[in-house]
């Protein structure tokens, strides 16, 4: 499905730039998958480790790691979703339980969790915008290895009971639950924003 990565590079290693025609093809036709058309297989777990890998090589100011990954999979993602269930339940929205089904079709869920340091000069709205970088990467690299992946986050990624369900500490929040699994379908392409509409040019 994919080549092997080059090795790790060793701290202190010159990386020279390089044009890399192949990545600007991918980023110019990517496209999310619905995640309920979502199926096995999902990556392996060696492959999961790799998109690992990439997903934490973000910009960090400071570098502190301020995000975590937690993993849903198999039966433990089915015990996850039936724990939002008894909780969609006493939600106002009628759809919650239905919302569900996003997270219950894909094989794998990757939750990306912002993570934000205290006791640090780092603004933490820095920290959370890396959160942002770990969860694109993320899922523009589990796109690149050929499966499909959805970012969603829903009513579970703000709900405090869910959070707690999750295993989330005291300031952490969901940035991403990010969907993953074999596509049955093409997606098709969606709407662009206009960039004439969104781009000025500062002068004084
Ligand atoms: C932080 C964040 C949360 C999102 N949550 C949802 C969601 O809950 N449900 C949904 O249908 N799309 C959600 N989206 C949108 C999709 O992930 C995605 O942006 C859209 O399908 C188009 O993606 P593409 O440009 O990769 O094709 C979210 C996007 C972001 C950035």
């Known amino acids: 499905m994919t080549d092997a ?6 701290f202190g290693d010159p990386l020279p730039l390089t044009p890399e025609p192949a990545v600007l093809r991918f980023l110019a036709r990517r496209r999310s998958t619905s995640a309920v058309t979502l199926t096995e297989p999902a990556p392996s777990a060696e492959q999961l480790d ?3 890998r990439l997903a934490t090589r973000v910009p960090d100011h400071g570098k502190l790691a301020p995000w975590r990954f937690v993993l849903l999979e198999g039966s433990a993602k089915a015990r996850f979703a039936q724990r939002l269930e008894a909780l969609a339940l006493a939600r106002d929205d009628p759809q ?10 894909p094989p794998l869920c990757v939750a990306v969790i912002s993570s934000p340091k205290p006791d640090t000069p780092i603004p933490q709205w820095e920290q959370i915008l890396s ?6 990467t993320l899922l523009y690299a589990t796109l690149a290895m050929g499966y499909g992946a959805n970012w969603i986050t829903d ?7 869910a959070n707690a369900i999750l295993g989330l ?4 929040r969901v940035a991403a639950f990010m969907l993953i699994g074999t596509s049955r379908e093409s997606p098709l392409e969606r709407e662009r924003p206009d960039r004439a509409a969104l781009v000025t040019r500062w002068s004084d």
Do not use: I, S
């Not at 009513?155 to 009971?161: E, G, H, I, L």
């Open 5 to 10: 990565l080059p090795p790790a590079p060793q």
């Open 50 to 52: 790799q998109l690992l």
């Open 96 to 105: 919650a339980a239905a919302k569900l089904a996003k997270l219950k079709a």
């Open 131 to 136: 959160a942002g970088a770990c969860a694109t």
């Open 155 to 161: 009513w579970y990624a703000y709900d405090p009971d």
């Open 169 to 172: 500490e005291a300031g952490e």
